[in-house]
């Protein structure tokens, strides 16, 4: 749905990654920045802080939401306190352009411990981020002049939020420095054409600071000291959920007196609409018959409607297009079920509401389901907070079992959700209100990454050949919903510089085959032609062959002592591997490393070597059935995957021929 529609209906939306670097707005009716003292240019540490290598000195947020656009800002006064800690003077501003946002007004100096200055003259650049597992976003970056230790770097900036829109809005306290003291305030909208207002809750504040409070000239502020560096780790919680934050939440006040009745009020809201949306049943009894026939079985007739729908176009994987394109479109907007159909498009919501419709018109029993998804955070419905319903699906009863369905997200496969819309709680809805129900938990056979290999070994210890990655289930839909507006050559590196993290080696990975990008229900399948110089090392008279071909996900996965977070996986999941080697004429084998089948009941490592006829065959598993596990079950996790690695790690004893041998 486009921003503008929102706009005529003041929809809610959450942009709580925004937060990573802190809110931003125009300083109206903000309090002046207090000038540096003496002290904190001649300061070397923190006590509170003991090691750190820089400290935030100070920081302010403001945001106006009063006017026809939002505005939000932040400043940052930053202490260098250690040769390592200059690297915060690389400056990165993540936004979402494609949401109507942009970063204005940056500003930044550099002040050395005399007092002197040198302000930022340059221009920021604007670059797309990649991170971790696919995730991008556009960043204004930019690096501040002359920053030694000792130094103290400042920095702020605007964010210009859309028109006609209200955000909900975070004060993240937590950073990764520990921030000495920090000031927040928020002008709420208000308005008397609409009974919208503004409520908050906090989570985890700083021993000692009082929450926000509402003023006499309707300004919420607060103030905190003495922030802890926030600790990041790899497989962690959302950041959002474990830090010091304020969520504030525009809402429609339904005067609810507790949790279950203001769910139940808004369950019925939501019912409404979307029975409004979907009453054309005549329409939708003509549109099953020419998908269905009445032979098929109750999964087939469901697979069917499922797959039709994802046939349609879904305006919201597109890229929106501009007043002048949607006019030059002329694209008329869906007002039910009926014109989804006709019109043979809509955005997601719109098809999983299609999909329900078809779902009942073929006599099957299904209800749509609200839910937040936990990307950003954990939902929990005693908050009574509606706008973190972000999200819908629809579930269907088979069989008398309950199957939930997405249509409406693009290249999901029938019987799965998006990751972050499993083992959430959701309301089903219905006349009187609705239900909580907790959407399936996917299990690790769903999402598979299989990878098969035939190399051949040379004299020189060199292996090369063919190798190939399937990716399945949500694998795979993880890399089409990313890559879908990508072209050829950049879906080509990306699909090799995945082959090459999987190896732990230096090699050479060329794409040789045009994998599916549109599909839902075929593997993601990546063909390539594979050299690894010196993979098989020699010693004395035998060569040494390692088992771990596709082991290096797992080299530096829970190998520190110590940890803070719980453990924390998107999804379960598997890993399979089956490498075919043939060795050169007159090689042979002398020892292979025994067996390993680690069943932990949640994660499982199995690995098999075994001699052929001039070969080697190798088959490694890797299965993971969690979500997510407390801290204390850490050691336990972290003496598994060091057995993963211990095996990882064997090798196969091999004897060359005569000829090698005497070279």
């Known amino acids: 749905m486009s921003l503008r529609r929102l706009a005529l209906s003041l929809w809610l939306t959450v942009l709580s990654f925004l937060t990573v670097v802190g809110c931003f707005s125009v300083r109206l009716n903000a309090e002046a920045i207090p000038p540096i003292t003496?002290?904190?240019?001649?300061?070397?540490?923190?006590?509170?802080?003991?090691?750190?290598?820089?400290?935030?000195?100070?920081?302010?947020?403001?945001?106006?939401?009063?006017?026809?656009?939002?505005?939000?800002?932040?400043?940052?006064?930053?202490?260098?306190?250690?040769?390592?800690?200059?690297?915060?003077?690389?400056?990165?501003?993540?936004?979402?352009?494609?949401?109507?946002?942009?970063?204005?007004?940056?500003?930044?100096?550099?002040?050395?411990?005399?007092?002197?200055?040198?302000?930022?003259?340059?221009?920021?650049?604007?670059?797309?981020?990649?991170?971790?597992?696919?995730?991008?976003?556009?960043?204004?970056?930019?690096?501040?002049?002359?920053?030694?230790?000792?130094?103290?770097?400042?920095?702020?900036?605007?964010?210009?939020?859309?028109?006609?829109?209200?955000?909900?809005?975070?004060?993240?306290?937590?950073?990764?420095?520990?921030?000495?003291?920090?000031?927040?305030?928020l002008k709420p909208y208000t308005s008397n054409y609409s009974n919208l207002h503004v409520g908050w809750r906090w989570n985890l504040l700083p021993a000692g600071t009082t929450p926000p409070k509402d003023g006499p000239d309707q300004v919420i502020r607060m103030e905190a000291n003495n922030i802890a560096a926030f600790q990041t780790e790899d497989f962690m919680p959302p950041p959002d959920e474990l830090k010091s934050r304020v969520d504030f939440t525009y809402t429609e006040d339904f005067d609810s007196k507790n949790a279950a009745e203001f769910w139940k009020k808004r369950g019925k809201k939501l019912n409404g609409e979307v029975e409004s949306f979907i009453g054309k049943p005549k329409a939708m009894e003509q549109a099953v018959a020419q998908i269905v026939s009445p032979s098929d079985a109750p999964i087939t007739k469901l697979?069917?409607?499922?797959?039709?729908?994802?046939?349609?176009?879904?305006?919201?994987?597109?890229?929106?297009?501009?007043?002048?394109?949607?006019?030059?479109?002329?694209?008329?907007?869906?007002?039910?079920?009926?014109?989804?159909?006709?019109?043979?498009?809509?955005?997601?919501?719109?098809?999983?509401?299609?999909?329900?419709?078809?779902?009942?018109?073929?006599?099957?029993?299904?209800?749509?389901?609200?839910?937040?998804?936990?990307?950003?955070?954990f939902f929990d419905p005693a908050m009574m907070d509606a706008n973190k319903l972000n999200a819908d699906v629809v579930v269907v009863k088979v069989d008398g079992k309950d199957i939930f369905c997405d249509p409406g997200a693009a290249f999901t496969p029938f019987g799965l959700l998006e990751w972050p819309e499993t083992a959430v709680p959701g309301l089903r809805l219905g006349k009187d209100g609705g239900s909580w129900i907790q959407t399936a938990t996917?299990?690790?056979?769903?999402?598979?990454?299989?990878?098969?290999?035939?190399?051949?070994?040379?004299?020189?210890?060199?292996?090369?050949?063919?190798?190939?990655?399937?990716?399945?289930?949500?694998?795979?839909?993880?890399?089409?919903?990313?890559?879908?507006?990508?072209?050829?050559?950049?879906?080509?590196?990306?699909?090799?510089?995945?082959?090459?993290?999987?190896?732990?080696?230096?090699?050479?990975?060329?794409?040789?085959?045009?994998?599916?990008?549109?599909?839902?229900?075929?593997?993601?399948?990546?063909?390539?032609?594979?050299?690894?110089?010196?993979w098989v090392a020699g010693a004395g008279r035998r060569a040494m062959l390692p088992v771990g071909l596709f082991s290096a996900s797992e080299k530096q996965v829970f190998v520190q002592e110590q940890r803070v977070h719980p453990i924390y996986f998107e999804f379960p999941s598997q890993k399979e591997d089956d490498v075919t080697l043939t060795l050169p004429s007159g090689w042979t084998v002398s020892s292979v490393p025994k067996p390993q089948n680690q069943d932990a009941k949640a994660a499982l490592y199995s690995l098999q070597v075994e001699e052929g006829k001039g070969t080697v065959h190798l088959a490694r598993k890797l299965n993971f059935d969690l979500l997510i596990l407390d801290v204390k079950f850490y050691p336990a996790l972290r003496n598994f995957f060091q057995i993963v690695r211990t095996g990882d790690e064997e090798q196969v004893v091999l004897q060359p021929g005569k000829a090698s041998a005497s070279n």
């Open 38 to 185: 003496p002290a904190e240019l001649s300061m070397t540490d923190e006590p509170l802080a003991p090691g750190a290598p820089a400290i935030i000195l100070y920081r302010q947020v403001d945001r106006d939401d009063t006017g026809l656009t939002g505005h939000e800002s932040d400043f940052f006064r930053v202490k260098i306190l250690k040769e390592e800690g200059r690297k915060h003077a690389n400056i990165e501003i993540p936004f979402y352009r494609e949401f109507g946002i942009n970063v204005v007004n940056i500003k930044a100096r550099t002040v050395h411990s005399d007092g002197s200055s040198v302000n930022f003259e340059g221009k920021p650049f604007e670059k797309a981020i990649v991170k971790a597992k696919g995730l991008k976003y556009m960043a204004k970056t930019f690096t501040l002049p002359d920053v030694q230790v000792g130094s103290i770097i400042e920095y702020s900036y605007t964010i210009d939020l859309p028109e006609y829109s209200l955000l909900n809005s975070q004060w993240i306290l937590s950073d990764e420095l520990f921030t000495k003291h920090a000031k927040f305030s």
């Open 442 to 534: 996917p299990r690790s056979a769903d999402s598979r990454i299989v990878r098969k290999a035939d190399l051949t070994l040379s004299e020189t210890g060199d292996i090369e050949g063919k190798v190939s990655i399937a990716l399945t289930g949500l694998e795979a839909l993880r890399w089409r919903v990313e890559e879908r507006h990508e072209d050829e050559a950049d879906r080509k590196k990306v699909l090799e510089d995945l082959a090459k993290e999987y190896i732990p080696a230096t090699c050479e990975v060329e794409l040789t085959n045009k994998p599916d990008w549109a599909s839902s229900s075929v593997p993601l399948v990546a063909e390539f032609k594979l050299k690894i110089p010196g």
């Open 303 to 377: 697979e069917k409607i499922y797959a039709r729908v994802q046939q349609l176009r879904n305006t919201s994987y597109e890229i929106e297009k501009t007043e002048k394109e949607q006019k030059r479109a002329k694209e008329k907007e869906n007002s039910n079920v009926e014109d989804v159909w006709k019109h043979a498009y809509g955005n997601g919501r719109e098809l999983n509401w299609l999909f329900l419709a078809l779902a009942r018109a073929a006599g099957f029993e299904a209800n749509s389901v609200f839910l937040s998804d936990r990307r950003h955070y």
